[in-house]
């Protein structure tokens, strides 16, 4: 298969007006940008909307806390599911018809949950959501690296550390709000007038900003991903789901059917590469720059993930806070990020990856040994100051790693880039989750045996979780020395 030229194709050359300058986007291709962060944020919203809101469905819908749980848990996985197939449905479709394609299915599946009687609709609401979500992120960062002049790549990309790191944080935040004098369904009715006004954006404004080329699916491969990164994704999620009869055997064999089918996914995409036809072109980690900033991205969602987790279960168990304040209390984290990282995409332009990063895994690292420090009678001021030290290292080190990232690859494998990077968030993220609810739920369990009282117990396995992410936070500090000081701009073709 010969590879296109890299060039992006303007359906009206004319359109736009004067041509960007050097470090400039064309309003046209500033205005496609737009439309699609401003999309993506309102859908990655979703993915962490419903855990404040599990205990009014639960009442509501007379189900178990297990079953409620699959609210999230399949979304998460539908997304580990879809997203690797976006490699490929980018390279076939022009930008326009992919979004109308992924807020079409996110707009479907908000009306669903809206207007779901049950829990089986309401369940599959959310699963046809998340694949217009899977869809939309992999579109956003194609076309961002595509559009984007190499000189402010690193501004435009911290405006999608917002999407990406500020959304799923401020999520149980608004939907603590909207519960604290709203019903359920409301979380999926203000939305949906957001979606159809993006579709009808999006329908008469959006420009197609990139160009298809022909690309074959390989349906061995399609089934290969869904088991295996869906296996690894549901075993994750049951992990944390454990009982007085412990892990399920079901967990077990989910992770073991997904490790075994992903061995054969990779080997089979290696094969297939050799002619062009890989589903996920695995050849992006041949750049070791990718490599290494997409194993500290993944990192960096496991702690954000587990947090999310964490911190709700300690602030209304442990210190008895309501949802409302709960979330208020995450709420300056989720904002200090936003309103740093568009400062940080632009010392990012001027500076190169590692200078931020260092000092943001640092940040990391001591949220998580204060985080380690609290206690039943703990100050929410405590978690407040530690929550946002975390967000703040977080902002740091997301826009350098994704920039680098996608950076390193030549131009015809962006949408692979971010194919493996939209995956590898959602495995991350529910191993993050499985991680610190696995600590937790066995170290509550052993100091209750032990006699003691509830909350104490509950205490005791927060501050455990919180040891194992501090522990593992140390290890991001040299990682990140591996990151290159200066940014690597790969050349079309380039195999490096």
């Not at 890299?6 to 004319?14: I, M, N, S, V």
């Not at 539908?78 to 992919?98: N, W």
């Not at 899977?134 to 501004?155: D, E, F, N």
């Not at 004098?181 to 954006?201: C, D």
Request: proline share 6%.
């Amino acid at each position: 298969m010969t590879e296109t030229s890299t060039a992006p194709l303007r359906d009206d050359p004319a359109a736009g007006g004067a041509a960007a300058s050097a470090d400039r986007m064309n309003p046209r291709d500033r205005l496609a940008v737009t439309v699609l962060l401003v999309s993506t944020f309102v859908v990655i919203l979703n993915e962490t909307i419903m855990g404040v809101a599990l205990p009014r469905l639960m009442t509501d819908l007379s189900i178990t806390a297990s079953t409620a749980q699959w609210l999230t848990t399949a979304f998460m996985l539908t997304m580990a599911v879809v997203i690797p197939v976006t490699g490929f449905v980018l390279q076939r479709i022009t930008t326009r018809p992919a979004f109308l394609l992924a807020m079409g299915m996110f707009a479907l599946g908000t009306l669903i949950c809206a207007l779901a009687p049950g829990f089986v609709v309401l369940l599959s609401g959310r699963i046809v959501q998340a694949v217009g979500t899977a869809i939309m992120l992999p579109l956003l960062m194609t076309t961002v690296m595509t559009v984007t002049p190499v000189a402010s790549r690193g501004r435009t990309m911290g405006n999608i550390s917002v999407v990406i790191s500020v959304a799923p944080a401020i999520g149980p935040t608004i939907s603590g709000l909207i519960l604290s004098v709203l019903s359920w369904r409301w979380m999926f009715g203000l939305v949906l007038p957001i979606a159809i006004a993006a579709i009808v954006l999006g329908a008469t404004r959006l420009p197609n900003v990139t160009e298809p080329r022909y690309a074959k699916v390989d349906v061995v491969s399609v089934i290969l991903s869904a088991l295996g990164f869906g296996g690894i994704v549901y075993g994750l999620s049951g992990l944390g789901e454990i009982t007085d009869g412990g892990v399920a055997p079901a967990t077990w064999v989910a992770i073991g059917v997904g490790v075994v089918t992903l061995v054969a996914f990779v080997l089979r995409q290696r094969s297939l590469a050799k002619v062009d036809d890989a589903l996920l072109d695995l050849r992006v980690f041949s750049s070791r720059t990718f490599a290494v900033s997409v194993a500290l991205l993944a990192g960096l969602m496991v702690s954000l993930f587990g947090v999310i987790i964490l911190l709700p279960i300690y602030a209304q168990t442990v210190l008895g806070l309501t949802t409302l304040q709960t979330g208020l209390l995450l709420l300056p984290g989720g904002l200090l990020m936003g309103l740093l990282a568009p400062g940080v995409g632009r010392a990012y332009d001027r500076l190169g990856p590692r200078p931020l990063l260092i000092p943001g895994a640092v940040a990391l690292s001591l949220a998580f040994w204060g985080f380690v420090l609290l206690q039943p009678d703990s100050s929410p001021w405590w978690v407040l100051a530690a929550h946002m030290t975390m967000s703040a290292g977080l902002a740091l080190m997301f826009t350098p790693l994704f920039t680098s990232a996608l950076g390193s690859l030549p131009a015809h494998r962006y949408s692979h880039g971010s194919a493996v990077v939209g995956t590898l968030q959602q495995v991350a993220g529910a191993a993050g989750t499985a991680l610190f609810v696995t600590v937790l739920t066995a170290q509550s369990a052993a100091l209750a045996d032990g006699g003691a009282t509830a909350t104490a117990s509950v205490a005791g396995g927060v501050h455990s979780a919180f040891l194992v992410g501090a522990v593992l936070s140390l290890v991001t500090v040299p990682v990140a020395l591996l990151v290159p000081a200066k940014p690597f701009v790969a050349e079309p073709g380039s195999h490096h």
